[in-house]
C-alpha cells in the first residue's frame, strides 16, 4: 500500500477474534477483496490522520459485503482502529489493555502505525450505528453481526464482554457504549457524537424515502468525533436522487469503490463473451459461482438486462 494504515492491525484483529461466517469452528479469513477494501479504508496520513471520512463500496450481487461490512462494525466497537502513534522496536499490541479477554497479543513492526479501541483512556465510548431506510434493509448486514457474536456458544461476546441484543448490543462495562439499527426518522438521530455508521443499500435510499436526509444526518454525527461513514450496496438506478447517485460526485476525503467491466457489456453477448466479465467484477471472491450467475444472466424473465447490468455486472 502507498499510505501507512491501521487496516494491518485491524484484519489481523478481525482474524483474531472472529469466527468464519460459513464455518463457525474456523477463524475468520477475509477474501482478497475484503482485505484489499479494509487496509485503504484505514489508511493514514503523515500525521495519522485518517485519509477517508467516507468510503462507498459498490459492489455486485452475492460478492460478500455484508458479512465483512458486519465484521467491520465490531472491530469499530471494540477493535483498535483508532491510531495511537507510530511503533517502535518492541512495541506489542495486547488485548488485556483493552478489556478483551482472548489474550492475544501482537507485535509491531517498528514504525507501523498503531491502534487502539474507542473506550481507551482519554477516548469515548463507543457508538456504531448500522442504517437504512427500513428495518428490512439493514437485516442481512445485522443478522450477519449477529451471528459472529453467537457464534460458538457466545466466545467472542464473552471474550469482549458485549450484550448482544436482537436489535441493540451493549458493552456491559459501558452502557453508553452500543451497536445500534436505524432507520429514516433522521429527525429524531441529529446531535448523535456516533463513532462509525454503516450505511446500508444506499441505492435504495430516494428522496421519498427520506434516505439522503438520513444520510445527511449520519454524517454531521460523524463529524463530532472524526467517526466515519461506510456505504455498502449495488449499482444504483439512475435518475431517482439515491444516495448512491449523490455519493458518485467527487467529495474531498471521500472513497468510492466500485468494480466495473473493463469492457461494456451488451445485451446481445453471448455465454462465453460474459463470463470474463463476469470473473472480472466478483475477482478475489473465492465463493462466488461464475457459472451459476451466468445461468440467472441468461433468465431474462427474472432478470432484465438493465438488472444484470446492475445486480451482476455493476454498472449503473
Known sequence: MSAPTLGWLALAW????LPSPRDETRPYLPA?????????????GPSGRRLWNRCHDEDPKGIGKSPHAAATCICEFRGPVVFDGWARAGDVYACVRNACRCGWERPYEPGEAKGRPWGSPGLPSPWVQVAAVSEAQTANTWAALHAFLAANDGRLADWLGLDPGRTLVYWRDRMDAKIERVTSSSASRTGQP??????DEPQEQTPELRGPMLAETILQNLTKLDG????????????????AELLAGAAPRALHMAPRPSVAPREDMTRDELRPLVAEVYQGTPWAQVERILDDIEARAAHPW?????????VP
Not at 32 to 44: G, H, I, P, V
Not at 232 to 242: E, I, Q
Open 14 to 17: 478481525l482474524m483474531r477474534h
Open 32 to 44: 482478497d477483496w475484503q482485505a484489499r477494501r479494509t487496509l485503504r479504508w484505514y489508511e493514514l
Open 194 to 199: 456516533i463513532t462509525h455508521a454503516l450505511i
Open 228 to 243: 466515519w461513514a461506510h456505504f455498502t450496496g449495488n449499482a444504483p438506478v439512475l435518475g431517482r436522487g439515491s444516495v
Open 306 to 314: 438493465p438488472t444484470v447490468l446492475r445486480l451482476f455486472l455493476n
